[in-house]
């Protein structure tokens, strides 16, 4: 046997439901159905991409691009079959534009301090003021180190990128812009493709942080016209600590190492070392194969189900929940009410997030409650944090009244 | 039935609702603040002492109902009392809520302590204790401690 067989479609899956591929939301969770909601923060895992990781250790598991042994060759294959998985959900060129690493955060770690190190005195990075911690703070510090300028740009009444203002403020001094294709606290969908050929007429490198869309919507970097777009596993199915980052193969030639070691390497002697080309120049050490192995049995499950019937059935889910807690007094719900992912961020008078969210899970409800690690966001809504409920395939309109009922009664337990 | 809701009983939510002694001590001989950089809580809490009594004992912040029926609850047991027992009553509500026991606490603090179940609050309401117990060493330092 060799790489795993792709898992058959499940049977009628006319109306789309998911929910029982999901081993773990079978459970009850103090005593109601488990409903959740904090998809945002990480997806559960469908069993096919479970199987996946449990047959690669049952029967693949070896050291990958080392061993001339039938394990390691069956290893390598799969770990490089899952490069030609993910580049072509991602719409990439070339698997060769694929780099694995743990994640989005390890993805612009890898960016900053690689694109970042020619940066000086002058040089501007930009990146929107509603970005997760992981697409700012790498910018900031290495714009810290090498003396360069971030700036933030200011956001839309409705928490949007401000277009015109971006355009000003990206210009000639401009060599990065970083944005992320879809917010995590609002689930603005950012106009991606207009930034990046606002980038490229500046001559600027463009970096889209793809973690809460990748789950979302259909992507094609070619359309989007980015130089790098980065991918979570975790939040789109697959397991913990595996992510991919893509890169045209010319900005990834431009790029120096970062982590160096085992496998970065051509030849090294005494006295040189001659780096590899992409992918393996980036991936040092010994790759997570497992969780490659489980990415690209996300992405097929993905796919065989439909992204596009997946974004359905989670908007009419989100819709209803917007609606529904919008109607509760004293709720306000953030962002723009049309065309945005299934990521609902509120809030309540009288009721701390952190409070709603104890009581919800006494209900089976889990949500996330905080400042989801975007506090430049929360200063800007003028709120300390939000509670957040985002939507997956898995999800149904009942977990949306759920949600809603359960805001209901724990609204009248604190008030 | 046990569950997360068992820590929002009326004891707790009334000190929610319409909490004690809040507001500032312009000038206090003790001060100290506290934050919970994960939900950005925060706390602050002053006092004043004399003849080795705490005085007055007031709090402000802005956090969820946990800690705000914490902090309200922190200055009822510390208001009028002696430094010392002052002292004992943080470290017995402070202990009951990471190691459990609550023998002797009063009901309301009892009914608080609920959140030892829920590892992720527990900081919520530790916090002002913590406050009022850093607030206390800087009166003494100050010299308002025990003469
Ligand atoms: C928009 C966004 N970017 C980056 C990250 C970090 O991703 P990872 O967990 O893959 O490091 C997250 C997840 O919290 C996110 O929502």
């Given at each position: 046997?060799?790489?795993?067989?792709?898992?058959?479609?499940a049977?009628?899956?006319g109306?789309?439901?998911?929910?029982?591929?999901?081993?773990?939301?079978?459970?009850?969770?103090?005593?109601?159905?488990?409903?959740?909601?904090?998809?945002?923060?990480?997806?559960?895992?469908?069993?096919?991409?479970?199987d996946?990781?449990?047959?690669?250790?049952?029967e693949?598991?070896a050291?990958?691009?080392?061993?001339?042994?039938?394990?390691?060759?069956?290893?390598?294959?799969?770990?490089?079959?899952?490069?030609?998985?993910?580049?072509?959900?991602?719409?990439?060129?070339?698997?060769?534009?694929?780099?694995?690493?743990?994640?989005?955060?390890?993805?612009?770690?890898?960016?900053?301090f690689?694109?970042?190190?020619?940066?000086?005195?002058?040089?501007?990075?930009?990146?929107?003021?509603?970005?997760?911690?992981?697409?700012?703070?790498?910018?900031?510090?290495?714009?810290?180190r090498?003396?360069?300028?971030?700036?933030?740009?200011?956001?839309?009444?409705?928490?949007?990128?401000?277009?015109?203002?971006?355009?000003?403020?990206?210009?000639?001094?401009?060599?990065?812009?970083?944005?992320?294709?879809?917010?995590?606290?609002?689930?603005?969908?950012?106009?991606?493709?207009?930034?990046?050929?606002?980038?490229?007429?500046?001559g600027?490198?463009?970096?889209?942080?793809?973690?809460?869309?990748?789950?979302?919507?259909?992507?094609?970097?070619?359309a989007?016209?980015?130089?790098?777009?980065?991918?979570?596993?975790?939040?789109?199915?697959?397991?913990?600590?595996?992510?991919?980052?893509?890169?045209?193969?010319?900005?990834?030639?431009?790029?120096?190492?970062?982590?160096?070691?085992?496998?970065?390497?051509?030849?090294?002697?005494?006295?040189?070392?001659?780096?590899?080309?992409?992918?393996?120049?980036?991936?040092?050490?010994?790759?997570?194969?497992?969780?490659?192995?489980?990415?690209?049995?996300?992405?097929?499950?993905?796919?065989?189900?439909?992204?596009?019937?997946?974004?359905?059935?989670?908007?009419?889910?989100?819709?209803?929940?917007?609606?529904?807690?919008?109607?509760?007094?004293?709720?306000?719900?953030?962002?723009?009410?049309?065309g945005?992912?299934?990521?609902?961020?509120?809030?309540?008078?009288?009721?701390?997030?952190?409070?709603?969210?104890?009581l919800?899970?006494?209900?089976?409800?889990?949500?996330?409650?905080?400042?989801?690690?975007?506090?430049?966001?929360?200063?800007?809504?003028?709120?300390?944090?939000?509670?957040?409920?985002?939507?997956?395939?898995?999800?149904?309109?009942?977990?949306?009244?759920?949600?809603?009922?359960?805001?209901?009664?724990?609204?009248?337990?604190?008030? | 039935?046990?569950?997360?809701?068992?820590?929002?009983?009326?004891?707790?939510?009334?000190?929610?609702?319409?909490?004690?002694?809040?507001?500032?001590?312009?000038?206090?001989?003790?001060?100290?603040?506290?934050?919970?950089?994960?939900?950005?809580?925060?706390?602050?809490?002053?006092?004043?002492?004399?003849?080795?009594?705490?005085?007055?004992?007031?709090?402000?912040?802005?956090?969820?109902?946990?800690?705000?029926?914490?902090?309200?609850?922190?200055?009822?047991?510390?208001?009028?009392?002696?430094?010392?027992?002052?002292?004992d009553?943080?470290?017995?509500?402070?202990?009951?809520?990471?190691?459990?026991?609550?023998?002797?606490?009063?009901?309301?603090?009892?009914?608080?302590?609920?959140?030892?179940?829920?590892?992720?609050?527990?900081?919520?309401?530790?916090?002002?204790?913590?406050?009022?117990?850093?607030?206390?060493?800087?009166?003494?330092?100050?010299?308002?401690?025990?003469?």
């Open positions: 046997m060799t790489a795993p067989p792709t898992p058959a479609p049977a009628g899956r109306a789309l439901d998911v929910r029982a591929e999901f081993p773990i939301l079978a459970q009850r969770v103090n005593g109601a159905r488990l409903v959740y909601l904090d998809n945002a923060a990480t997806t559960q895992k469908p069993r096919s991409v479970i996946a990781v449990r047959r690669f250790y049952e693949d598991n050291p990958v691009h080392r061993a001339v042994h039938t394990l390691g060759e069956r290893a390598t294959a799969a770990v490089e079959g899952a490069r030609r998985v993910v580049a072509r959900f991602l719409g990439a060129e070339s698997p060769d534009e694929i780099v694995f690493l743990r994640g989005v955060t390890e993805a612009m770690n890898l960016l900053a690689t694109l970042g190190e020619s940066l000086g005195p002058g040089d501007e990075v930009v990146v929107p003021l509603s970005e997760h911690h992981s697409n700012l703070l790498p910018w900031r510090e290495m714009c810290r090498r003396g360069a300028t971030l700036r933030l740009t200011p956001l839309a009444q409705d928490g949007s990128i401000d277009m015109p203002a971006l355009e000003s403020i990206v210009t000639g001094r401009t060599r990065i812009v970083s944005v992320a294709h879809v917010t995590n606290v609002m689930g603005v969908v950012n106009p991606v493709r207009e930034v990046c050929a606002l980038a490229r007429r500046a600027a490198v463009s970096v889209v942080d793809g973690a809460q869309a990748a789950c979302h919507m259909p992507i094609d970097v070619q989007i016209g980015c130089d790098f777009y980065a991918i979570s596993g975790h939040k789109m199915y697959a397991p913990t600590g595996i992510g991919a980052v893509f890169g045209r193969r010319a900005r990834w030639a431009q790029a120096p190492p970062w982590q160096t070691g085992g496998s970065t390497v051509e030849r090294v002697s005494t006295d040189d070392v001659r780096y590899a080309e992409a992918p393996a120049r980036f991936e040092a050490g010994s790759p997570n194969a497992a969780g490659i192995v489980g990415l690209a049995a996300a992405v097929r499950w993905l796919e065989g189900v439909g992204i596009d019937r997946i974004a359905e059935r989670e908007s009419a889910a989100a819709a209803r929940a917007r609606e529904g807690l919008a109607s509760l007094p004293g709720v306000r719900v953030f962002g723009p009410s049309e945005s992912a299934p990521v609902i961020a509120f809030d309540a008078a009288g009721a701390h997030p952190h409070d709603l969210a104890t919800l899970d006494g209900f089976g409800v889990a949500v996330r409650a905080g400042h989801h690690c975007a506090q430049p966001l929360a200063d800007w809504l003028g709120v300390p944090a939000t509670t957040r409920a985002s939507f997956a395939a898995y999800n149904t309109v009942e977990d949306a009244d759920a949600l809603v009922e359960g805001v209901g009664r724990a609204l009248e337990t604190l008030r | 039935m046990t569950g997360p809701a068992d820590l929002y009983s009326e004891l707790v939510l009334e000190h929610a609702r319409r909490p004690h002694r809040r507001g500032r001590l312009a000038g206090a001989e003790g001060h100290a603040d506290a934050a919970n950089p994960l939900c950005g809580d925060r706390v602050e809490v002053w006092v004043n002492a004399e003849d080795g009594m705490v005085k007055e004992v007031v709090f402000d912040g802005e956090g969820c109902a946990i800690s705000t029926a914490s902090a309200s609850m922190m200055t009822d047991a510390l208001a009028g009392q002696p430094i010392g027992s002052a002292r009553r943080i470290d017995r509500f402070l202990r009951a809520v990471t190691e459990g026991g609550v023998e002797g606490l009063p009901e309301e603090q009892a009914a608080l302590a609920h959140v030892r179940r829920l590892p992720m609050r527990v900081k919520c309401a530790t916090m002002p204790w913590r406050a009022a117990l850093a607030a206390l060493d800087d009166a003494e330092a100050a010299g308002g401690g025990p003469s």
